[in-house]
């Protein structure tokens, strides 16, 4: 109800002036006088009538949340209507919604300001003329970023992922299939990935910020025969097994939330297909126990395979006269490297600038932070590391080669594993995988920095843990 009264002076001065323009085009006023009240006409009372109908909306939704809340308790995958239904619905709608909604707004508040304070500012023969134009430059790429995902919403379809079982269990399998329609057949298949995702939400107002943190991720890739008809037109089969101790689907308050993001991508002629859904996953009675991981880190599952070799390594492999050797390059990551010089640089004109005219704590405190990203830039461009598996691990990590030479006994390793350290983008941006070392001790030891490509990272986990498996098999039986 607060609501609807605050909306309501809203939609009536838009009525107002959309009825004041209105009076003026029929008693044949032309130009300039016209348009303003018109346009504000048109978003003062959009504005002011679509908060009412989303209040009068909101409200309902609300208590049918709640009536379903009440009688699924322990059953939150049961909450969502698609979700319910066996579905997850793609996001392409309602980002399309979204983007014609903000496309509007912004074009609608930019253009009449633009075209009012265009002609004064180019009197001026200054600067301000350009500047201005930077606001209806804004809302045209909005315009085409709407009109392509409305071509992508038409082209591929009402797409859903429909589960084999809702919901996706943790330390299971999650299966189905994605249901779309491809006008042109996607020749290099459908590169799939899933994701989960920590959503946190800071501040508010103008200072409010989203950062979604990516914790876990899988990805495949299917072929074009691996796709076969559908009702929709193409069907893409979904599988993928989820570790036992992920962080399942949980919102723990409307600032803070875990989510699944399936994404499904593919190279096709014209606007590219790419779907999200966001997919429950939860801890239920059908998720293994603690007792059954297997005591032995570096055995291999009877009944699986190695993971398959990339074709492409950013990472040389190769053999020494110490054991296998693994020397991480440096500059692997170019894009990623370029992009952390550019947000350096221009942090550090800003810290520049606080340092010559604000006080000494801003400067302090930024220039502290310019100093990380300078140590992490030239990580990127400049750092190495070796590692050299042979009676012993050995551990070179430095610039150009460079650093203290560490030699680790092979008893004393207690696990190596991948894990997410850093990330470009958002929840469907790009991570980057650490190899980290465990010692017996506790200890964490990183043997390998920023690896864009998750199967290679886990081929490279796999090959250190066989080769130390190896080696220290060999070891006790020369003692024996």
């Known amino acids: 109800m607060l609501i609807c009264l605050f909306a309501l002076p809203f939609g009536g001065f838009g009525v107002f002036a959309l009825s004041q323009g209105i009076r003026l085009a029929v008693d044949g006023t032309v130009g300039s006088q016209v348009w303003p009240p018109l346009i504000f006409g048109v978003v003062f009372s959009g504005v002011g009538f679509g908060l009412i109908y989303l209040a009068l909306w909101g409200s309902r939704y609300v208590q049918r949340q709640q009536r379903i809340q009440v009688e699924h308790p322990a059953e939150p995958w049961l909450w969502r209507e698609d979700w319910a239904q066996g579905r997850a619905n793609s996001k392409t709608r309602t980002g399309m919604v979204a983007g014609w909604v903000f496309a509007i ?5 930019s253009m009449p300001i633009a075209f009012l304070v265009l002609p004064a500012a180019a009197k001026q023969k200054g600067a301000s003329a350009y500047f201005v134009l930077i606001f209806p430059a804004v809302g045209i790429f909005l315009l085409v970023r709407a009109i392509r995902q409305t071509i992508a919403y038409f082209e591929f379809g009402k797409t859903f992922f429909e589960m084999a079982s809702v919901p996706g269990v943790v330390g ?9 329609r ?10 799939l990935r899933l994701s989960c995702v920590h959503r946190v939400t800071t501040n508010s107002g103008k200072s409010q910020s989203t950062s979604e943190n990516i914790l876990w991720r899988d990805e495949a890739d299917l072929s074009s025969a691996q796709l076969y008809p559908g009702p929709a037109g193409t069907t893409i089969p979904v599988s993928f097994q989820i570790p036992r101790d992920a962080q399942p689907t949980k919102k723990l308050n409307a600032r803070d939330e875990f989510s699944w993001m399936l994404e499904a991508l593919a190279d096709v002629p014209g606007v590219n297909y790419h779907d999200i859904f966001e997919v429950p996953v939860f801890r239920t009675q059908q998720t293994p126990a603690q007792g059954q991981v297997e005591a032995e880190v570096f055995a291999q599952p009877q009944g699986t395979q190695a993971i398959t070799r990339p074709d492409q390594l950013s990472v040389e492999v190769r053999q020494s006269t110490e054991g296998t050797e693994f020397y991480f390059p440096p500059a692997r990551n170019k894009s990623f490297a370029t992009s952390a010089s550019a947000f350096m640089l221009i942090f550090g004109a800003v810290t520049l600038f606080l340092i010559l005219h604000a006080p000494i704590i801003f400067g ?12 992490t830039t030239v990580q990127l461009w400049l750092g190495t590391t070796r590692v050299v598996i042979g009676d012993a691990l050995t551990l070179q990590s430095g610039l150009l080669g460079g650093g203290k030479v560490r030699q680790i006994p092979l008893s004393q390793i207690a696990t190596i594993g991948d894990r997410i350290t850093s990330q470009q983008g958002g929840g469907t941006g790009t991570p980057y995988y650490d190899i980290e070392l465990t010692l017996r001790d506790g200890k964490k030891l990183t043997l390998g920095r920023t690896l864009k490509s998750k199967q290679e990272a886990e081929w490279l986990v796999d090959e250190m843990r066989r080769l130390v498996s190896v080696q220290a098999k060999s070891a006790t039986a020369g003692m024996a």
């Open 172 to 180: 299971r399998e999650l299966k189905g299939v994605i249901q779309a």
């Open 364 to 375: 302090l405190v930024f220039g502290l932070f310019s100093l990380f990203l300078v140590y």
């Open 105 to 109: 707004f912004w074009n609608a508040v």
């Open 182 to 191: 491809f006008p042109h057949s996607p020749d290099h298949g459908v590169h």
